[in-house]
């Protein structure tokens, strides 16, 4: 089946530090990456993607390139801002005739300390 | 705006009632999805439906039901037969293979 493992957390960081948080992926078929981010009491908002290997996907800051060599999908960002502690999920999934379900991992708790 | 509203935002009910969350889109998109979220822990599929008047069951589908008679439209049932329901619910929509989600629904069974 699929499945996707994340790092566990809590990860607690100092403003403008260097953040991984790393994902990696099981999968039959050639699936598609994603970060989720989830604020405090919301719900998920689409923080990038990549469809296909050596894809790289970024939005705010934030990058991960699909390396389908080591199965992984690893967040990172240069220098973290108080306002990106929030909790962040890794998802794969596989489009089979239009019926397209993500499978998520456990979530990686973010904190920036300033 | 385009989006999608779920509503309310905290529900709380006593145990053996039934109660329905609302999850409405305005952005045009033919499959949408209830997940469920509890402390810690990622989400699992409850529900999903691709198409109006036709919709599958998830990974944890017991306890819960959907209809789904309008487009913009998926209403979630939790029903007294769930035996732990309070849990955050999440509505999603999907359009070229990505997911976009509603605020979500904090539900409290006391």
């Known amino acids: 089946g699929n499945s996707v493992t994340q790092m566990e957390g809590p990860v607690t960081l100092s403003e403008e530090a260097f953040l991984t948080i790393n994902c990696t992926y099981t999968?039959?078929?050639?699936?598609?990456l994603f970060w989720y981010v989830q604020y405090p009491g919301e719900g998920l908002q689409l923080l990038l993607k990549a469809t296909k290997a050596d894809d790289k996907g970024s939005n705010k800051g934030f990058e991960a390139t699909y390396r389908k060599e080591t199965t992984s999908f690893h967040l990172e960002k240069g220098s973290v801002q108080v306002s990106d502690s929030a909790v962040y999920f890794c998802a794969l999934e596989i489009s089979n005739f239009g019926n397209e379900k993500l499978t998520f991992g456990t979530g990686t708790r973010l904190t920036i300390i300033p | 705006d385009g989006g999608i509203t779920q509503s309310p935002k905290y529900l709380f009910r006593k145990e053996g009632q039934n109660v329905t969350l609302s999850c409405e889109q305005n952005?045009?998109?033919?499959?949408m999805y209830w997940y469920r979220q509890d402390p810690g822990q990622g989400l699992r599929l409850i529900y999903y439906?691709?198409?109006?008047?036709?919709?599958q069951k998830g990974d944890i589908a017991e306890g819960y039901s959907v209809s789904r008679e309008k487009k913009e439209s998926f209403p979630l049932t939790v029903t007294s037969a769930q035996k732990n329901p309070t849990a955050f619910y999440l509505c999603?929509?999907?359009?070229?293979?990505?997911?976009?989600f509603g605020p979500g629904t904090r539900l409290t069974v006391l």
């Open positions: 952005l045009n998109h033919d499959a």
């Open positions: 439906s691709q198409i109006v008047n036709d919709f």
């Open positions: 999603a929509s999907s359009m070229l293979a990505t997911q976009y």
């Open positions: 999968a039959t078929g050639y699936p598609s």
